[in-house]
């Protein structure tokens, strides 16, 4: 049977596509891969279609056992992959014969990492995705050991390259932004202040959003109650002690909290491999 047994899991791992759109108006959020990028080059490593699922192991610890002849790739942060103790290369396709058991040991750099099977994981699809959304519990259960996975066939002809450049770690993530939609609910100096102070992530971070603190908060302008409206991937909530929470993949759909600035699409990748300890920088383009 073409399968995967899980046999340890690290702290989390979960099953995961590009998410579920269009489903906000019944309170779903989107889910999906925290970095969607990482996610991607897995699957086309592996000649998988981009939606095909793949594993999202979070801080390693992942040990799998294949039960038939198959290619993995893994990418993603920085960590010691190997295969019945050899080591293998990371963004490059890795064979795993039947009964080889691949290990991915605590990223030095970075924090999640992906493994794609070719065929894709076949979990059951919710609302049209196969992704563990982790704040509602929709979609597959997080994995434990002893999880079997079924592999699918979402693939087609092998890619033209069996490599890709994994992307450059930076002792300093500086992350896009565009203020708004709550900006004005904010001093001038706390607008300044977002930009021109260094953040450093917090232990209180998962799939829902990064805590971010600062040696200066961010000030309101505005003291009063803002209704609960819409909320987004990026998206720079600030609770009222002004330390802003920078939304990832199973972000709640609506929030209560005034958003001072938004962190553009294609900064949320690298902001998902943000790991507590981490410090990131803001800038406005």
Same mark, same amino acid.
């Given at each position: 049977?073409?399968?995967?047994?899980?046999?340890?899991?690290?702290?989390?791992?979960?099953?995961?596509?590009?998410?579920?759109?269009?489903?906000?108006?019944?309170?779903?959020?989107?889910?999906?891969?925290?970095?969607?990028?990482?996610?991607?080059?897995?699957?086309?490593?592996?000649?998988?279609?981009?939606?095909?699922?793949?594993?999202?192991?979070?801080?390693?610890?992942?040990?799998?056992?294949?039960?038939?002849?198959?290619?993995?790739?893994?990418?993603?942060?920085?960590?010691?992959?190997?295969?019945?103790?050899?080591?293998?290369?990371?963004?490059?396709?890795?064979?795993?014969?039947?009964?080889?058991?691949?290990?991915?040991?605590?990223?030095?750099?970075?924090?999640?990492?992906?493994?794609? %099977?070719? #065929? +894709?994981?076949?979990?059951?699809? *919710?609302?049209? !995705?196969? /992704?563990?959304?982790?704040?509602?519990?929709?979609? &597959?259960?997080?994995?434990?050991?002893?999880?079997?996975?079924?592999?699918?066939?979402?693939?087609?002809?092998?890619?033209?390259?069996?490599?890709?450049?994994?992307?450059?770690?930076?002792?300093?993530?500086?992350?896009?932004?565009?203020?708004?939609?709550?900006?004005?609910?904010?001093?001038?100096?706390?607008?300044?202040?977002?930009?021109?102070?260094?953040?450093?992530?917090?232990?209180?971070?998962?799939?829902?959003?990064?805590?971010?603190?600062?040696?200066?908060?961010?000030?309101?302008?505005?003291?009063?109650?803002?209704?609960?409206?819409?909320?987004?991937?990026?998206?720079?909530?600030?609770?009222?002690?002004?330390?802003?929470?920078?939304?990832?993949?199973?972000?709640? %759909?609506? #929030? +209560?909290?005034?958003?001072?600035? *938004?962190?553009? !699409?294609? /900064?949320?990748?690298?902001?998902?491999?943000?790991? &507590?300890?981490?410090?990131?920088?803001?800038?406005?383009?």
């Amino acid at each position: 049977m073409r399968k995967l047994s899980i046999l340890q899991t690290g702290p989390l791992c979960t099953v995961q596509d590009r998410g579920r759109s269009g489903h906000a108006p019944i309170g779903v959020g989107r889910s999906g891969a925290a970095d969607i990028l990482a996610h991607d080059a897995a699957n086309r490593l592996v000649g998988n279609s981009s939606q095909a699922a793949t594993l999202e192991v979070t801080f390693g610890g992942l040990a799998l056992r294949a039960e038939f002849d198959t290619v993995l790739a893994v990418t993603g942060a920085s960590t010691e992959c190997t295969v019945d103790g050899v080591r293998q290369g990371l963004y490059s396709m890795i064979t795993l014969p039947a009964g080889s058991i691949l290990t991915l040991a605590a990223p030095t750099s970075g924090l999640r990492n992906y493994v794609a %099977v070719r #065929g +894709g994981i076949d979990a059951p699809t *919710v609302l049209g !995705s196969r /992704s563990t959304d982790t704040l509602s519990g929709i979609g &597959p259960e997080v994995m434990r050991p002893g999880t079997e996975l079924l592999v699918g066939a979402e693939h087609a002809d092998w890619p033209a390259a069996d490599f890709i450049p994994p992307p450059i770690p930076t002792p300093t993530l500086r992350l896009r932004i565009h203020y708004g939609p709550r900006d004005d609910w904010f001093t001038a100096r706390a607008r300044s202040t977002l930009v021109q102070q260094n953040w450093t992530v917090s232990q209180d971070s998962d799939r829902v959003g990064i805590r971010l603190d600062g040696a200066e908060p961010l000030p309101r302008a505005v003291a009063g109650e803002l209704p609960s409206e819409g909320m987004v991937p990026g998206g720079l909530q600030v609770p009222p002690e002004g330390k802003p929470v920078l939304f990832l993949a199973d972000h709640p %759909v609506t #929030g +209560g909290y005034p958003v001072i600035a *938004v962190v553009a !699409s294609g /900064s949320i990748p690298q902001a998902a491999q943000l790991r &507590p300890g981490d410090t990131v920088q803001f800038w406005v383009g």
